[in-house]
Nanobody, 123 residues
Framework: QVQLVESGGGLVQAGGSLRLSCTASGRTITMYRMGWFRQAPGKDREFVAA????????NYEDFVQGRSTISRDNAKNTLYLQMNSLTPEDTAVYFC????????????????WGQGTQVTVSS
């Protein structure tokens, strides 16, 4: 079983950037499809981006397409989400997730979840 810990959240002004990290322990992430989700206050958790096991394929939700990049460093057992041009609508708790059972990055089902990191964007 893999354990996931997110970091890198914080308070940033609109237009700014943040890079979130998700460090895994317990298992190597090379066998896991990984993704980022977020949950804003009073809203359901929503998909942000996903990346294949090798890092060769990525999938983004429309609201981050073109201003965010998901990446992974399997040697460091770490997943990243670089977010640019942030807006107050990006304010949410961001979660990373991992799944070893399914390969398709289109799927939204994941086995393991981190505890989340808060991102707050001020206007």
């Amino acid at each position: 079983q893999v354990q996931l810990v997110e970091s890198g959240g914080g308070l940033v002004q609109a237009g700014g950037s943040l890079r979130l990290s998700c460090t895994a322990s317990g298992r190597t992430i090379t066998m896991y499809r990984m993704g980022w989700f977020r949950q804003a206050p009073g809203k359901d958790r929503e998909f942000v981006a996903a990346i294949s096991r090798s890092g060769g394929l990525a999938n983004y939700e429309d609201f981050v397409q073109g201003r965010s990049t998901i990446s992974r460093d399997n040697a460091k057992n770490t997943l990243y989400l670089q977010m640019n041009s942030l807006t107050p609508e990006d304010t949410a708790v961001y979660f990373c997730a991992a799944d070893s059972l399914r390969q398709s990055i289109i799927l939204r089902t994941y086995q393991y979840w981190g505890q989340g990191t808060q991102v707050t964007v001020s206007s």
